[in-house]
């Protein structure tokens, strides 16, 4: 069981962590400084939430742009949690959090997810979400991204 909040430049170094050791940052986030750069952005947007553990360590975070999806939906643009806290179910608890108090109100939420990560998109099947597209080289040329959307709605 983690705490949830709105994540703060404190964490920035956890934050960048969990990113570049990760299939996605290894794939987007390879360039020295871009992770830090990209994430501080989302601090600066008030957009990242932090899951910090009981010792108040940083274990993993989300990444929301409430209107990132046609301008009406929220977005869930990253999540990452740091290697050794991986396979505890932390990803389903941000995902959880995401869906329940980041969405709260929304009819519908979005993500996308590449080809090279099935693992991620197989959990995202799981817990409702359906593909509804796929966008070739939306991030880089030889990635295809699967444009994902849970229907909140029916949850409530």
Avoid at 135 to 155: C, H, P, R, W
């Amino acid at each position: 069981m983690v705490k949830i909040e709105r994540g703060s430049n404190n964490y920035i170094d956890e934050c960048v962590e969990a990113l570049v050791n990760s299939e996605l940052g290894r794939i987007y986030f390879s360039q020295p400084g871009k992770a830090e750069k990209a994430i501080n952005k989302g601090f600066q947007k008030e957009e990242v939430w932090v899951a910090l553990n009981d010792k108040q360590e940083c274990v993993g975070f989300l990444w929301c742009q409430m209107n990132g999806a046609f301008h009406s939906f929220p977005y869930l643009h990253i999540i990452a949690i740091r290697s050794q806290y991986r396979n505890n179910g932390l990803g389903k608890e941000l995902m959880n959090y995401f869906e329940k108090v980041i969405c709260e109100g929304y009819s519908k939420c979005f993500l996308v997810v590449a080809d090279f990560n099935p693992k991620a998109k197989k959990l995202y099947e799981e817990i409702g979400y359906k593909e509804v597209g796929k966008i070739d080289g939306l991030y880089k040329s030889d990635v295809t991204e699967f444009l994902m959307m849970k229907n909140l709605a029916s949850q409530n």
